[in-house]
C-alpha cells in the first residue's frame, strides 16, 4: 500500500541551528501537510501546500517555518533557529484532492529533540 | 473556537470486550477522521465519515456519524490486544482545505 515516508526518524538538534524535515508524500497525491504534535498534546495543523504554493497555515507557522517542494517527490519542512518549544513530533501528510472527503495519509513522524 | 473532545480520555477493557470511543464538536463537521496511533509514531488512517446517518465498518472496528453530523462514535468488538493504541478523531471544519482539527485522543489497553 502506498505510503508517505519521513526522514529523519530522529533528529536531535542544538538551539539556534536550522532543520530540515523531509518527507516524500504519496506519488499520485496533489495536497501536502505538515503538522506537529508537542509530547502528550494534541496534534496540530502547521500548513497546506498545494501547486507549489501555500494553501492555508496557522498561526503557529511564523517566519522561522518554511516549506518546499524541490522536485517532483519531496516536501520539506525548514525551521530556520530553533527553538526548545520546537520540540515535537512532526507529520508529513498528504491527499489526492483538498477538499472534504478526501483521506489524508499520515506519515510516521520525524521527531524532533531541541537542546 | 474550534475545538473536538474525545471521550473517554483512556480506557481499560478486557480482551474480548465491546467499547465506544465518543467524539463531538460544537460545530457542524464536513469531514470527521479516525486514525490509530501507537506512542511515538504515525496515524494509521481508519475511516472517514462524511454524510449524516453515515456508518462504516472494517473487521471490528465500526464508526458513526450521527444525523446532525456533530458528533461521531467508534465501536470496537470483542476487543483484542491488537487494538491497543490511541484512537484520535480529526475533523474538517472548512470543507475545503485539508486542514484537520484534532481531538485529545483516547488511549486503549486491553487486557489479556
Known amino acids: 500500500e502506498p505510503e508517505v515516508t519521513q526522514t529523519p526518524s530522529h533528529q536531535v538538534t542544538q538551539m539556534g541551528q536550522e532543520v530540515i524535515l523531509r518527507c516524500v508524500p504519496i506519488?499520485?497525491?496533489?495536497?501536502f501537510y505538515w503538522y506537529r504534535q508537542i509530547l502528550g498534546q494534541k496534534v496540530e495543523f502547521l500548513v497546506s501546500?498545494?501547486?507549489?504554493?501555500?494553501?492555508?497555515k496557522s498561526e503557529i507557522f511564523d517566519d522561522q517555518f518554511s516549506v518546499e517542494r524541490p522536485d517532483g517527490s519531496n516536501f520539506t519542512l525548514k525551521i530556520r533557529s530553533t527553538k526548545l518549544e520546537d520540540s515535537a513530533m512532526y507529520f508529513c501528510?498528504?491527499?489526492?484532492?483538498?477538499?472534504?472527503?478526501?483521506?489524508?495519509?499520515f506519515g510516521e513522524g520525524s521527531w524532533l529533540t531541541v537542546v | 473556537s474550534q475545538e473536538l473532545e474525545q471521550s473517554p480520555q483512556s480506557l481499560i477493557v478486557q480482551e474480548g470486550k465491546n467499547l465506544t470511543i465518543n467524539c463531538t464538536s460544537s460545530?457542524?463537521?464536513?469531514?470527521l477522521y479516525w486514525y490509530k496511533q501507537k506512542y511515538g509514531e504515525g496515524l494509521i488512517f481508519l475511516m472517514m465519515?462524511?454524510?449524516?446517518?453515515e456508518e462504516k465498518s472494517h473487521e471490528k472496528i465500526t464508526a458513526k456519524l450521527d444525523e446532525k453530523k456533530q458528533q461521531s462514535s467508534l465501536h470496537i468488538t470483542a476487543s483484542q490486544p491488537s487494538h491497543a493504541g490511541i484512537y484520535l478523531c480529526?475533523?474538517?471544519?472548512?470543507?475545503?482545505?485539508?486542514?484537520?482539527?484534532f481531538g485529545q485522543g483516547t488511549t486503549l489497553q486491553v487486557k489479556p
Open positions: 501528510a498528504s491527499s489526492l484532492q483538498g477538499h472534504s472527503g478526501n483521506t489524508i495519509y
Open positions: 506519488s499520485n497525491h496533489l495536497y
Open positions: 501546500f498545494y501547486n507549489n504554493e501555500i494553501s492555508e
Open positions: 460545530k457542524t463537521l464536513y469531514g
Open positions: 465519515l462524511q454524510k449524516g446517518g
Open positions: 480529526g475533523a474538517d471544519m472548512a470543507g475545503n482545505t485539508g486542514k484537520l482539527i
